[in-house]
């Protein structure tokens, strides 16, 4: 069934049609809560906040004003991740998620063990970068570089303007840069 | 351009941000600015090593959890697993509230509101008539007869060989069918509209019908013989 007979039967109350709606869009916004908040348990929180608040809104959702349905949600989840953060709820070090992924990886048959702890040290690193951006900019920096949308989906998504958006972008990046530079210079990464 | 715009644009450049005057201004003062061009040869391997080492994937939560979490608030119930599986005197305590409703609404119209009685005609005729929608109807309980006659034919017994596995999201699709076709036939095929509301109920066990309860398929083969739902759907296919 098309996506606009789905949106017009949940905004009557049908959970049916709602059901339909959060199966198509689920994976995408899992994953942007996911990749901001680095632990699955607090994605998985802001999932089901994305998708109520999403219910109770419906009303307002009008398709004619040219915001596409996965767009919307992912507004309002770009904005509950934000909270969830901001709240201060989410387990900002390593989660296990990442640790498990590590340990998996170091058990395979062909993995160096020099390899898998220099990955894991980089990797650390990284996140310790992340973990510096303020959560706007963390948020525009994971949009863009991990979940590939551009510039103008993330500024509809933050509610905000591209050029807004392209300038946190430049700091968030600068920031890495600046925390990586000891590391990439310490390992000649790349060259 | 002066080396702060440039640093400022090697980011966006690398990210295929730029239009085009800009990625050709960047590129003719790279060519000429040696530190401009460690700038940028410093952030591909920045992006270089983030990519090399992306985070881990997103695991696969619990959707169907995570669903009936979010169902249990939007429906208004509390989240109780052990709520009663079979909420199905509701829906009929539902469906007639809002029949009741509906023909509450058409006798007033009929009897009060008499001038408006052209704008329904002209809207009546506007909708699709009964015999129009017969190809939509056909197909959809052709769609639906395979899985009730899995049920129709289950003898409990042996649990093992008669599971009957049905695609949630299968029923779900169907349901919906079913309610559009019945909201389009309600007026103008009683006979098509009962069947679809019998048909209704049935989707809808068929759908909350919890994996392990082992009494569900047979409760679902009651409900089917006892409304006859197969002989009306021969019945109706013949006419």
């Known amino acids: ?191 | 351009m002066d080396c702060n715009k440039a640093k400022n644009l090697i980011t966006l450049y690398l990210y295929g941000e730029l239009d085009e005057k800009d990625r050709a201004i960047l590129e003719g003062h790279v060519r000429e600015c040696l530190a401009c061009a460690a700038e940028l040869a410093y952030t591909k391997k920045v992006f270089k090593l983030l990519d090399e080492h992306k985070p881990a994937a997103a695991p696969e939560p619990d959707w169907e959890s995570a669903w009936q979490r979010i169902h249990s608030v939007i429906s208004g119930k509390p989240a109780n697993d052990k709520a009663p599986l079979f909420p199905r005197w509701s829906w009929i305590y539902a469906g007639s509230a809002i029949a009741a409703v509906l023909i509450l609404g058409i006798v007033i119209g009929k009897y009060w509101f008499a001038p408006a009685q052209k704008l329904v005609q002209t809207a009546s005729q506007m909708a699709p008539s009964p015999a129009s929608l017969q190809p939509a109807l056909s197909s959809h309980l052709d769609d639906i007869k395979p899985m009730l006659l899995e049920y129709a034919h289950y003898t409990a017994g042996d649990q093992v060989t008669k599971k009957i596995v049905i695609d949630e999201k299968i029923v779900r699709g169907l349901l919906l069918q079913n309610l559009l076709l019945k909201r389009m036939l309600v007026e103008k095929d009683p006979a098509a509209a009962e069947l679809l509301d019998d048909l209704d109920l049935v989707l809808k066990e068929i759908a909350n019908q919890p994996s392990q309860d082992r009494q569900a398929p047979s409760q679902i083969k009651d409900l089917i013989d006892q409304r006859g739902i197969l002989f009306k759907m021969e019945i109706l296919k013949t006419l």
């Open chain 1, 1 to 191: 069934m098309e996506e606009l007979s789905l949106i017009r039967l949940a905004q009557e109350g049908d959970t049916l049609a709602f059901r339909s709606l959060f199966d198509e869009n689920k994976q995408q916004v899992f994953s942007i809560a996911f990749h901001y908040l680095k632990n699955a348990e607090d994605a998985e929180d802001v999932l089901q906040d994305t998708f109520i608040k999403a219910y109770h809104a419906l009303h307002k959702y009008s398709p004619e004003k040219g915001v596409n349905f996965g767009c919307w949600l992912n507004r309002i989840c770009v904005n509950a991740s934000i909270d969830a953060l901001r709240r201060n709820k989410v387990r900002e070090a390593h989660s296990l998620d990442t640790e498990e992924v590590v340990d998996v990886r170091a058990n395979s048959p062909r993995s160096n063990p020099e390899k898998t702890a220099l990955d894991k040290e980089i990797r650390g690193k990284i996140d310790q970068a992340l973990n510096k951006l303020s959560p706007k900019q963390r948020m525009i920096f994971i949009l863009r570089h991990y979940q590939e949308y551009n510039t103008r989906e993330i500024a509809e998504y933050m509610n905000s303007t591209e050029g807004s958006v392209k300038k946190h972008l430049f700091r968030a990046v600068d920031t890495i840069k600046r925390r990586l530079r000891r590391l990439i210079m310490e390992n000649d990464y790349g060259l």
